[in-house]
């Protein structure tokens, strides 16, 4: 199914209020929050400006609603251009006919984020889980390794444990 459908029907059936509508396992979004706090580990927050991308016009004028004060885009072209200090993607490099999904995209996705940004934080499903959801794309740390290799020497993969992993690429 596309993944815009995939995520309005989610949307639809769970609410604007249920971390399930982004196809995350819990209502309360536990399982999401523990990858934010991974994330959150590696950067610095202290930035003042920042965009919130996805490409879901419905989930995006959710945020909007949500947090008026704050810039959000569903259009990648609107800031492809500029660079930016950081650039964050939760969620995204697992979905089924997603940006990472096969070997040539993964490529040009890792290289598109690490144009617009000094530093980029992704995280991937991994290929060591054992539990498993549909819809859900898993991946060789390894060959994320590889790929990521091609853009920069500074990577690093952070694997501890078996459910997925963290990818960060920087400049420098
Ligand atoms: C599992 S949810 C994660 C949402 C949010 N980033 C988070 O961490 O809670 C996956 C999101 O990826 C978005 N998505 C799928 N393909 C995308 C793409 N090519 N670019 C940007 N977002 C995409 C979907 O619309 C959906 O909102």
């Not at 609603?65 to 492809?80: A, S, V």
């Not at 997603?98 to 290289?111: D, R, Y």
């Not at 740390?141 to 963290?166: M, R, S």
Request: aromatic share 12%; hydrophobic share 35%.
């Amino acid at each position: 199914m596309d993944i815009k459908k995939f995520y309005n029907k989610k949307l639809e059936q769970f609410g604007e209020n249920d971390f399930r509508s982004l196809n995350w396992s819990d209502e309360e979004g536990k399982s999401a929050k523990k990858r934010y706090k991974q994330m959150s580990q590696y950067v610095d927050f202290k930035c003042k400006n920042y965009i919130g991308y996805d490409i879901n016009e419905n989930l995006i004028a959710l945020a909007k609603k949500k947090y008026p004060k704050h810039n959000w885009i569903y259009d990648l072209n609107k800031f492809k251009s500029k660079p930016y200090d950081l650039c964050i993607s939760s969620g995204v490099a697992g979905n089924r006919g997603g940006p990472a999904c096969k070997h040539n995209n993964l490529f040009t996705w890792l290289s598109l984020l690490s144009s617009i940004s000094n530093k980029v934080l992704i995280n991937f499903p991994s290929n060591r889980a054992t539990i498993r959801s549909a819809n859900v794309e898993y991946f060789s740390p390894e060959y994320v390794l590889g790929q990521a290799l091609n853009i920069t020497e500074n990577v690093q993969i952070i694997h501890k444990q078996k459910a997925d992993f963290l990818l960060i690429l920087t400049h420098e």
